[in-house]
């Protein structure tokens, strides 16, 4: 049977055009409810955190986001979806990077893989990229960065900071990334960075200017009580 679900082509040409509508999805029903309304759901790592109450993403496995992903792919028929990969899964090797992003792809039929990084992981990226690996880059605030920045801080304050930034975003978008998310970076920044390049920008907490927006559905449904991000209107 043909596929209806928006590809990455019609995504990489909502540059500068209508805005691209991104929600998380974990589960079969969500997604049921949430694909007639979106461009992307993005089984996002997050997952650790709002539904295993985990501290951070350090704990889901790529074995977690192969299961979530079926379960998002089997309740949704026009969203592109696209799945995370877990923090040890691709950082090692670009070689390591494409196994397991191969496994998602093999055995969930999503259309892609996002990965946190900018200019370290730009070899990963075009190495996925050149054997048909569609990579959603992601920069800013890193979550599985966690321990080296102690805590989900803003990211690009300074100077320094936000020039480092804007690096990584050149440097995955110039490697083949897709598209890019940029989290947790100063308004101005995420300003720039989807000003400078090519690729569709999608924010969360980065700026109103990105080409998208992407938000954590059980933040905006209000499920997620102990954190609510100053970005998020329930
Ligand atoms: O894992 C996730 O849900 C994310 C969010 C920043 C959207 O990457």
């Given at each position: 049977?043909?596929?209806n679900?928006?590809t ?5 040409a909502?540059?500068g ?5 991104v929600?998380?999805?974990y589960?079969?029903p ?7 309304h979106?461009d992307?759901?993005l089984?996002?790592d997050?997952l650790?955190?709002?539904?295993y109450?985990?501290e951070s993403t ?6 977690m986001?192969?299961?979530h992903t079926?379960?998002?792919m089997r309740g949704s028929?026009?969203a592109?979806v696209?799945s995370?990969?877990?923090f040890?899964?691709?950082q090692e090797s ?10 998602l792809?093999?055995?969930t ?5 996002k990965?946190?990084?900018?200019v370290?992981?730009a070899?990963t990226v075009?190495?996925?990229a050149?054997?048909?690996?569609p990579v959603w880059?992601?920069?800013g605030?890193m979550p599985q960065h ?13 100077k320094d900071q936000?020039?480092a ?5 050149v440097?995955v ?5 897709f ?8 308004e101005q ?5 989807t000003e ?6 999608v924010?969360i907490g980065?700026?109103p200017?990105?080409?998208?927006q992407?938000?954590v559905t059980e933040?905006i449904?209000g499920?997620?009580?102990d ?8």
């Amino acid at each position: 049977m043909p596929s209806n679900r928006f590809t990455i082509p019609e995504i990489r040409a909502r540059k500068g055009q209508e805005p691209l509508v991104v929600l998380t999805a974990y589960t079969t029903p969500l997604a049921r409810l949430l694909d007639p309304h979106v461009d992307i759901l993005l089984v996002g790592d997050s997952l650790g955190m709002v539904v295993y109450g985990m501290e951070s993403t350090h704990g889901v496995t790529l074995e977690m986001m192969i299961e979530h992903t079926k379960a998002v792919m089997r309740g949704s028929s026009k969203a592109c979806v696209i799945s995370d990969m877990p923090f040890g899964s691709y950082q090692e090797s670009p070689q390591q990077a494409f196994r397991n992003a191969a496994r998602l792809i093999n055995e969930t039929a999503c259309a892609g893989v996002k990965l946190e990084g900018g200019v370290e992981m730009a070899e990963t990226v075009r190495f996925l990229a050149e054997r048909g690996i569609p990579v959603w880059a992601h920069v800013g605030l890193m979550p599985q960065h966690k321990h080296a920045y102690g805590g989900f801080k803003v990211q690009g304050k300074g100077k320094d900071q936000a020039e480092a930034i804007l690096r990584d975003a050149v440097a995955v978008s110039d490697a083949g990334a897709f598209a890019l998310l940029i989290e947790g970076v100063p308004e101005q920044l995420g300003r720039q960075i989807t000003e400078t390049v090519t690729i569709p920008t999608v924010g969360i907490g980065a700026s109103p200017h990105c080409d998208g927006q992407v938000l954590v559905t059980e933040d905006i449904l209000g499920l997620v009580t102990d954190y609510s991000p100053k970005f998020v209107k329930r």
